[in-house]
T-cell receptor, first 112, second 115 residues
């Protein structure tokens, strides 16, 4: 079992819709969770981090964490073509000296 | 310069060459990282430095040799690489290895091609 799993996609949504990206992790003791966006040929850029169960909102982005079910999700409201990118979920696993373990990413395409 | 910078942005080298990648962070952080990103594979952590001391080496072959002379600079020295080492090499930095300050910020990367 992979430590951090994401559906590789591609996920396509129409412009203006809600895009839902999911990530599961294997280590129940994980405490810190991050979402990065990576455009083709570019480096990852941080979108959000979340440490506590529940929702965390920042503009059009909402991160949702459910530690009991070991998943973290990212919702993008009012999706725009500029949101088309690969979204990387990253987790700091317990006992990892606070190092990030990344999922393989989900490729999102927002259709105009 | 702001954020995390990396040079060169692109590098082509033969298997017998020796080259170095450079990373510089202007964020006042004290932890720095090297990652490798190959096509269709997750980001792989290679090395972690905290307060200029190496705290992690994730079973990286010895043909990759990191150096952290101070908290703002990180190098990756390369020698006798293999074609399968061709990838995007990313540097990142963070404030500290502690929750609440562990957000990592990435540089633009060096696209390495080994012939």
């Amino acid at each position: 079992q992979k430590e951090v799993e994401q559906n590789s996609g591609p996920l396509s949504v129409p412009e203006g819709a809600i895009a839902s990206l999911n990530c599961t992790y294997s280590d129940r003791g994980s405490q810190s969770f991050f979402w990065y966006r990576q455009y083709s040929g570019k480096s990852p850029e941080l979108i959000m981090f979340i440490y506590s169960n529940g929702d965390k909102e920042d503009g059009r982005f909402t991160a949702q964490l459910n530690k009991a079910s070991q998943y973290v999700s990212l919702l993008i409201r009012d999706s725009q073509p500029s949101d088309s990118a690969t979204y990387l979920c990253a987790v700091i696993l317990s006992g990892s000296a606070r190092q990030l373990t990344f999922g393989s990413g989900t490729q999102l395409t927002v259709l105009p | 310069e702001t954020g995390v910078t990396q040079t060169p942005r692109h590098l082509v080298m033969g298997m017998t060459n020796k080259k170095s990648l450079k990373c510089e962070q202007h964020l006042g952080h004290n932890a720095m990282y090297w990652y490798k990103q190959s096509a269709k594979k997750p980001l792989e952590l290679m090395f972690v430095y905290s307060l200029e001391e190496r705290v992690e080496n994730n079973s990286v072959p010895s043909r990759f040799s990191p150096e952290c002379p101070n908290s703002s600079h990180l190098f990756l020295h390369l020698h006798t690489l293999q074609p399968e080492d061709s990838a995007l090499y990313l540097c990142a930095s963070s404030q500290a290895l502690a929750q609440g300050a562990d957000t990592q910020y990435f540089g633009p990367g060096t696209r390495l091609t080994v012939l």
